[in-house]
């Protein structure tokens, strides 16, 4: 199975920031590779896919970028509402595998 | 609007089945080009994926669950379930179904079924 190993693990940072959190896959897989956001109770929302593809109707102070076996995601200017778990998942091959998540707190 | 809507019993007891629902509105699952996909996460971790079926009837699973897991599919229902045999405590979380599209992502996803494995 293909390992994916994010960080960091936990970020805490204020609205009007830019945070960057990194994937690592432990094999190169292209650029499949989609990040989710979730909050609290509720399931994951599909927010880039192919590694830097915004998905309709997401804000582009989201943006992703990488290939290979390193990937980021960058939010720039947080709102208080991207306050949220980050997951990476790669597509690359069967199982596919998730991140451990970053989880973005307010500071 | 596609929706997902779960259902299912919250509550399983060791060694039995867990059996779960996942009812496709606003889309057809008998159309290629989804994945319909199950997806779980134990409490506070991360999210496992378990497996999906395609409109064909070809399903893949994830081997750490493959000898015990079944996915299916009623299409004049416009349903996929997921059947999960044998469970133990190491089962319990919230299980989710989604649509999947190959090399996309998960794009549409149920309201989450917490099951918790008690006797």
């Known amino acids: 199975d293909i390992q994916l190993t994010q960080s960091p693990s936990f970020l805490s940072a204020s609205v009007g920031d830019s945070v960057t959190i990194t994937c690592r896959a432990s094999?190169?897989?292209?650029?499949?590779l989609a990040w989710y956001q979730q909050k609290p109770g509720k399931a994951p929302k599909l927010l880039i896919y192919?590694?830097?593809t915004l998905r309709s109707g997401v804000p582009s102070r989201f943006s992703g970028s990488g290939s290979g076996t390193g990937f980021t995601l960058t939010i720039n200017s947080l709102q208080p509402e991207d306050f949220a778990t980050y997951f990476c998942?790669?597509?690359?091959?069967?199982?596919?595998?998730f991140g451990g998540g970053t989880k973005v707190e307010i500071k | 609007q596609v929706q997902l809507k779960q259902s299912g019993p919250g509550l399983v007891k060791p060694s039995q089945t867990l059996s779960l629902t996942c009812t496709v509105s606003?889309?057809?699952?008998?159309?290629?080009?989804?994945?319909w996909t199950w997806i779980r996460q134990h409490p506070e971790k991360g999210l496992e994926w378990i497996g999906y079926?395609?409109?064909?009837?070809?399903?893949y699973y994830n081997p750490s669950l493959r000898s015990r897991l079944s996915i299916s599919t009623d299409a004049s229902k416009k349903q996929f379930s997921l059947r999960l045999d044998s469970v133990t405590a190491a089962d319990t979380a919230v299980y989710y179904c989604?649509?999947?599209?190959?090399?996309?992502?998960?794009?549409?996803w149920g309201q989450g079924s917490t099951v918790t494995v008690s006797s």
């Open positions: 998942q790669q597509l690359n091959s069967y199982p596919l595998t």
């Open positions: 079926i395609y409109y064909s009837g070809t399903t």
């Open positions: 989604a649509r999947g599209v190959d090399l996309f992502g998960m794009d549409v």
């Open positions: 606003g889309d057809s699952i008998s159309r290629g080009g989804y994945y």
């Open positions: 094999q190169g897989i292209s650029s499949s």
């Open positions: 192919a590694a830097s």
